[in-house]
Every structure is written in structure tokens, then in C-alpha cells.
């Protein structure tokens, strides 16, 4: 059984940062590609980021250079680092994994992903 767990968000200022974490049971997480994803009230669920097998990763336009994903293969999870944050990223923040490992490829779109965690709150507020 595949269990994702973020943690990591909370309420700071636009321009702070935050780190959250995806943490998994039932599977060894350097196998798999791992995408973050967030949805904000009224929108779809959309890709900013994913790392691959082989740590090639991907950031969305609206991300880049504020968002850095990384492997942290002894604590079997997985990282997002926001820096500069604004009013625009506040969402829920997922992190997911596809049904199969060894991808040395990722994609930023939820279809290609089965497994998901429940989420973490990120708001930016004054």
C-alpha cells in the first residue's frame, strides 16, 4: 500500500518560504517519479513541479526560480522548497506518485499520477 504524506505548509507572508515534505510508506520513493501539484479554491489541480528517477525535474512557468524540488533518499521523501512567495500560491499542496517506478522522465499532469497524499495548506498573507 502506497502512502504519501505532505506536512510543511502553513501562513506566512507574501516574499516568505516555506518546505514541505512528501514522506512515503510502502514504497522506496527514489524508484518513482514524484510531481507536486496544488489547487486553489475554484481552479483545477495543476502541476508546478517533478523530479524524475534520475533527478531530472520540471517546474511550471509560474514557478521557476522560486520553486526547488528535491530527493532526500535516506528519509524516503521528497521536498518543495518555495521561496519569494506571493498571494498567488496559496493552495492546497499535493504530491503524488504514478501507479509504475523507474521513470526517468516526469510530467506536471495529474492524469499521469495514481497515488496522491491528502494535502497541505499553504496561504500568503499580510
Known amino acids: 500500500q502506497v502512502q504519501l504524506v505532505e506536512s510543511g505548509g502553513g501562513l506566512v507572508q507574501p516574499g516568505g518560504s516555506l518546505r514541505l515534505s512528501c514522506a512515503a510508506s510502502?514504497?522506496?520513493?527514489?524508484?518513482?517519479?514524484i510531481g507536486w501539484f496544488r489547487q486553489a479554491p475554484g481552479k483545477e489541480r495543476e502541476g508546478v513541479s517533478c523530479?524524475?528517477?534520475?533527478?531530472?525535474?520540471w517546474y511550471a512557468d509560474s514557478v521557476k526560480g522560486r520553486f526547488t524540488i528535491s530527493r532526500d533518499n535516506a528519509k524516503n521523501t521528497v521536498h518543495l522548497q518555495i521561496d519569494t512567495l506571493e498571494p498567488e500560491d496559496t493552495a492546497i499542496y499535493y504530491c503524488?506518485?504514478?501507479?509504475?517506478?523507474?521513470?526517468?522522465?516526469?510530467?506536471?499532469?495529474?492524469?499521469?499520477?495514481?497515488?496522491w497524499g491528502q494535502g497541505t495548506q499553504v496561504t500568503v498573507s499580510s
Open positions: 523530479i524524475s528517477r534520475s533527478s531530472r525535474t
Open positions: 503524488a506518485a504514478p501507479r509504475r517506478s523507474g521513470s526517468y522522465s516526469c510530467s506536471g499532469m495529474p492524469y499521469e499520477y495514481t497515488y
Open positions: 510502502g514504497v522506496t520513493l527514489d524508484y518513482y517519479a
